[in-house]
């Protein structure tokens, strides 16, 4: 498939006449009112307002493809699935439809619009820690929807990716539990750093295994494979986040009134999986900045990888800064344009 197929796909699954979502725009990269960073970063950042409870001019469900930006990634970008510069799919429930709803609808899209094989699919969830409970919801939702495909789905705690590394998968494992580092959402972190009144919830990642054999695990990334593992064998493609909780000043946590969905997907990685290649810049959207570069260095692709996507990521990001106003200076975000500018160059 191509980025634009799956693009449209989404949309047009999400905003039916079953899903009933309203499409808005993507938003700039440079964010509006939010002083607090310098690109935007998720589909999620330009909507904080109808999370904490303003109501959307649109209503309570809303759907779009987010263009976004990652300065945190630049050192990242060179392996075969770091983009600096990306579009996130989002769909958004404002205090209306909740897990039972959100997990089966994406389960829905993978397999039946996308056509992913639901055999190469793996969910992580919440398994519980600082003062709250493990997230037993969403662990027996995806235990149903893998039984209907007649996948065993066993849940496996795992609470850290080092105790993951060392564990290893069981042959039936399919829910993967991970602590407050990987599967639980708020602006601050970890439930411990969230201020009195912030709120926050457990998540739930769909990961895309690209080599079932596991051949692919390199044991430097440690000992055994699992689905948070660096070592390129599973990519995870969707993060389903459930806003259901805000701490109180004695620390504990108590239910939202308005409990919200906040999902996000990688389209370039949804596409490389649609596509059964682990490298997301083989896509028909990067790859045709490769081909260029190629035409025009006289080398191969497979010369030097690395070099290669840290010059077509850093050119895409650097088109879709100056599109949205950004040119390059010496402070904030023109700084970064620069410094995008200079590594391409570079390599």
Known sequence: MTLFDVRKRYLEFFSDKVRKHAIIPSASLVPENDPTTLFTGSGMQPL????????????????????????????????????????????????????????????????????????????????????????????????????????????????????????????????????????????????????????????????????????????KFGKHCHPNCDCGRFLEIGNSVFMEYKKKEDGTFEKLAQRNVDFGGGLERITAASNNDPDVFKIDALWAIVEQIAKVSHKTYESDERSFRIIADHMRAVAFFIADGILPNNSGREYVLRKLIRRAVRY
């Open 48 to 219: 904080v307002p109808y999370l904490l409870g303003t109501p959307h001019p649109l209503g309570k469900r809303v759907v779009n493809s987010q263009k976004s930006f990652r300065a945190e990634d630049i050192d990242e970008v060179g392996d075969n699935r770091h983009t600096t510069f990306f579009e996130m799919l989002g769909n958004w429930s404002f205090g209306d439809y909740w897990k039972q709803e959100q997990l089966p609808w994406f389960f829905e899209f993978l397999t039946k619009e996308i056509k992913l094989d639901a055999d190469r699919l793996y969910v992580t969830v919440f398994s519980g820690g600082e003062g709250v409970a493990r997230d037993d919801e969403a662990i027996g939702i995806w235990q149903k929807l893998f039984t209907k495909k007649k996948i065993t789905a066993k849940y496996a705690q795992m609470n850290t990716e080092e105790e993951a590394g060392e564990k290893g998968m069981g042959k039936d494992d399919r829910i993967f539990g991970y602590g407050v580092k990987k599967n639980w959402w708020s602006r601050a972190g970890v439930p411990s750093n969230m201020p009195a009144g912030e709120p926050g919830g457990p998540d739930s990642e769909v990961f895309y295994d690209f080599d079932p054999s596991g051949k692919m695990h390199d044991q």
